[in-house]
């Protein structure tokens, strides 16, 4: 696939919203985009009222306007398919397309996301704004990108939706007596006996299937999926070298398996708001990226086109199994707030850019905002926008001018690929089980037990990768297991050759307890894994909040313990004092030419830094840049013959970091490097030879 023609270095800019703005404005925004060194906009996400007014009757002459404008400005579109927003006609004429709730409530029009899935007027009518859209648009310069649809992950439980459900579980499980053994459906007197009778999880009495549950949540990532790949479809037949995606939203109420759907874009484009005021918001900043270049490896190896946002060796499969992977985008962040829950921080001078870099460091292919200019009115009048409603002369809009002079300076780096030599395992089907289970303790949150290992390992100064089931495995030192509750066999398998194969394995409590259909594996837990970490936990203890549990090393564990037998496995740490006296807490266990860790109690932030920065440094990884001080954030993308250090200082204090390399946002050479509060470098570093 070409590399769409003025298009070049990293992607800058952001959501563009014309139509919110009199004719008068474009001008002047496309000027100050030049200003800005904006290269890239994604342009009508949710302009379908404005470009389909009546059904079947269009109006693109604003749009048309639109498009030349920044095309004579130098400036690439990303052009949206406007399907998240079904416009009031839509709603009026299809009532049975509004999303129904759990309890069996209707939505009305009135905000985003009015629609049903599995509506068939709605795939219809979503499948022909697309078709006019591509059509029309086919042969404009300004074209680089699709963006279908917008932050997929809306949820219906009407009847269209229950016809779609049977029939999605017909396709998994094959015949009401596989369902009923994946159900458990004798608990509750839940065993089916006619399809008919098979609903959507929606509200009821008391508890609901967690196996049920689960399946849902599979089920509408799959319709979702397959709502994503019809427009899809239509526009890569309009358009077959230009690539297609469509941004990914985090959240735990997302029943979106973005590692799946990895393999249908042909660029991974995630959008990202850290939710923490305080330094947890660059630890945040990195998960996502992370994450991001996890789901990257997989648009890899499914053999996605060349084209912009993936270069040759990575299209032509050369990089599937490569720790590390292809390059993806940062489609959306807020570029001068932070979204803490029930309040709007204002990001501090320099604060957007360092974000911006972390997340360049990472694998983006560059960085993109919501929005460029911010709404006079509607549902987030008071959102982030590069150019405020203070206008221009704003300190927001100059760090955005700022920030697009030091992206250009950096376009070099976007041959490099990330390399890590340390994992954490990530398993959106794991999150859904523990979210519909009943779990001994509500302190549990799937998403927080693998942040808290990510968060471990970055403030030790490791690079990290996510990886999935599917990954290659073979490529890291130490892999973390953290409350990996669903464990399918296969899966079970890869862990057990990666571990007899010489590699090192840290394994968290409520790991293994389950299979792939959210039943419990009896025998004791951790069902899956017990052979290769030689324990047997019989019995957990969940703790209440303000109970601490002594450990032999001078730590406490809290909010979980366990009784540990071991069958195999030698203690390294043990509980002291109490029931659980003398027993293990933390194991060691040599399996093949590896070694793995059992840990079945929680530990502190700190502790847990130092338990993971020495298995990793046991197991012969070293951190990123050893000497960088704590609070300085350290990537490096690397190719061959040439790396490029990123050195971000988190802290308010000056920063030496005792490295030397040509730093590209100066175009000084440095030795030491020395960050200013809140300051960056970006170090190019060639190889002696």
């Known amino acids: 696939m ?33 200003r800005a060194r904006v290269n890239l906009v994604t342009v009508g996400v949710f302009a379908w009222s404005r470009l389909e007014p009546q059904p079947g009757r269009y109006d693109f002459d604003w749009l048309d306007r639109v498009l030349d404008l920044l095309h004579d400005g130098g400036i690439r579109v990303a052009l949206a398919t406007p399907t998240a927003s079904p416009p009031p006609w839509f709603s009026l004429r299809h009532p049975d397309a509004l999303p129904v709730t759990a309890d069996g409530v209707r939505l009305g029009h009135g905000s985003r996301d009015t629609y049903c899935a599995s509506a068939p007027a709605y795939r219809t009518a979503a499948r022909r704004i697309a078709a006019a859209l591509a059509d029309r648009y086919r042969d404009h310069p300004a074209l680089a990108l699709w963006h279908v649809h917008n932050e997929y992950g809306t949820s219906c439980y009407c009847e ?64 979702l999926l397959a709502a994503y790949v019809e427009q899809r479809d239509l526009l890569r037949a309009a358009t077959p070298d230009v690539p297609v995606t469509t941004n990914y939203v985090l959240g735990g109420w997302v029943p979106v398996d973005h590692a799946r759907w990895s393999a249908e874009v ?10 923490e005021a305080g330094p947890g918001a660059e630890e945040q900043t990195a998960f996502a990226a992370d994450l991001a270049r996890c789901w990257a490896r997989r648009t890899a190896r499914s053999g996605a086109r060349k084209g912009p946002f993936l270069s040759d060796s990575v299209a032509a499969g050369a990089l599937p199994n490569m720790p590390g992977g292809p390059a993806w985008l940062l489609m959306e962040s807020a570029p001068n707030l932070l979204l803490t829950p029930g309040r709007m921080h204002a990001k501090e001078p320099g604060r957007m ?3 911006s870099l972390a997340h360049v460091a990472r694998g983006s292919r560059g960085a993109m905002f ?11 009048v008071f959102g982030s926008a590069l150019v405020p409603h203070a206008g221009p002369d704003s300190r927001a809009f100059r760090e955005a001018v700022s920030l697009g002079a030091a992206l250009d300076r950096l376009s070099e780096v976007d041959a490099g690929t990330v390399r890590a030599p340390v994992a954490v395992a990530w398993d959106a089907e794991s999150w859904w089980a523990t979210q519909a289970t009943v779990l001994p303790s509500a302190r549990i949150d799937y998403a927080a037990e693998v942040s808290a290992a990510h968060r471990a390992l970055f403030r030790a100064g490791h690079t990290c990768d996510l990886v999935v089931d599917g990954d290659d495995l073979s490529g890291y030192a130490l892999l973390v297991l953290p409350a990996h509750y669903l464990l399918s066999d296969r899966y079970a398998a890869r862990i057990r050759n990666y571990l007899a194969a010489g590699g090192h394995l840290l394994v968290g409590y409520l790991s293994g307890i389950a299979d792939e259909h959210a039943r419990v594996r009896v025998g004791g837990y951790p069902g899956a894994l017990r052979d290769l970490l030689g324990v047997r936990v019989e019995e957990f ?16 564990g809290r909010d979980w313990a366990e009784t540990v037998r071991l069958t195999g496995a030698t203690p390294a740490v043990t509980y002291t004092g109490g029931l659980l006296d003398g027993q293990p807490a933390l194991t060691r266990h040599r399996y093949g030419d590896g070694l793995a860790w059992y840990l079945s109690t929680r530990l502190d932030d700190d502790p847990y830094r130092d338990l993971l920065a020495g298995l990793a440094a046991a197991a012969g990884a070293t951190p990123t840049c050893p000497a960088a001080p704590a609070g300085v954030e350290a990537v490096r993308r690397s190719t061959a013959g040439t790396s490029w250090l990123f050195l971000l200082n988190h802290t308010d204090a000056t920063q030496t970091v005792p490295v030397s390399g040509e730093n590209l946002l100066t175009g000084e050479y440095a030795d ?3 960050l200013p509060a809140g300051g960056c470098a970006v170090l190019r570093e060639t190889a002696a030879g």
């Open 353 to 355: 850019t360092r974000h």
């Open 266 to 275: 042909d660029l991974v484009a995630v959008d990202h708001y850290p939710t």
């Open 541 to 556: 203890h969940p703790l209440d909040p303000a109970t601490r549990l002594p450990l032999s090393d001078g730590n406490t």
């Open 160 to 223: 269209h939706v229950a016809v779609a459900f049977r029939a999605w579980l017909r396709a998994r499980h094959g015949d009401l007596d596989r369902l009923n053994e994946a159900w458990t459906g004798s608990f509750w007197s839940q065993h089916y006996s006619d399809w008919a009778q098979v609903c959507p999880p929606r509200a009821t009495q008391y508890l609901g299937n967690p196996s049920q549950l689960l399946d849902f949540r599979r089920f509408v990532s799959d319709e």
């Open 2 to 34: 070409r590399w769409p023609k003025g298009l070049t270095g990293l992607c800058y800019g952001g959501d563009y919203n014309p139509e919110q703005w009199p004719a008068e404005v474009w001008r002047t925004d496309v000027e100050l985009m030049r």
């Open 672 to 674: 030491p490097v020395v």
């Open 370 to 380: 919501f929005q460029w200019r911010a709404s006079r009115g509607g549902a987030e």
